[in-house]
C-alpha cells in the first residue's frame, strides 16, 4: 500500500499545510484542506509530491482523514 497521511504531510512544504490548517488543528483533517495542497503542488510544477487516489482512498476509508465533517 501507498504511504499513510503522516507520511505524505511530512513530505509537503510545512508552511502551506500550517496555513491550510490554521484554526483547525484541533480536528482531523479534511478532504478538502489536502485539496488545497494538491492544487499548490500542481500550479507549483510538482505534482509529484500529490498522493495517488489509492492513498486518499485509504486515507478516507481507515479514517486518517475525514471527508466531511458533520
Known amino acids: 500500500?501507498?504511504?499513510?497521511?503522516?507520511?505524505w504531510e511530512a513530505t509537503q512544504d510545512q508552511a502551506l499545510v500550517a496555513k491550510v490548517r490554521a484554526g483547525d488543528e484541533a480536528n482531523k483533517v479534511l478532504l478538502n484542506q489536502i485539496n488545497w495542497i494538491?492544487?499548490?503542488?500542481?500550479m507549483g510544477?510538482?505534482?509529484?509530491?500529490?498522493?495517488?487516489?489509492a492513498e486518499l482512498l485509504d486515507w478516507v476509508t481507515s479514517g486518517q482523514i475525514d471527508a466531511m465533517r458533520k
Do not use: I
Open 1 to 7: 500500500m501507498g504511504r499513510t497521511y503522516a507520511e
Open 38 to 42: 494538491w492544487v499548490a503542488n500542481l
Open 45 to 53: 510544477g510538482k505534482p509529484e509530491m500529490n498522493p495517488s487516489s
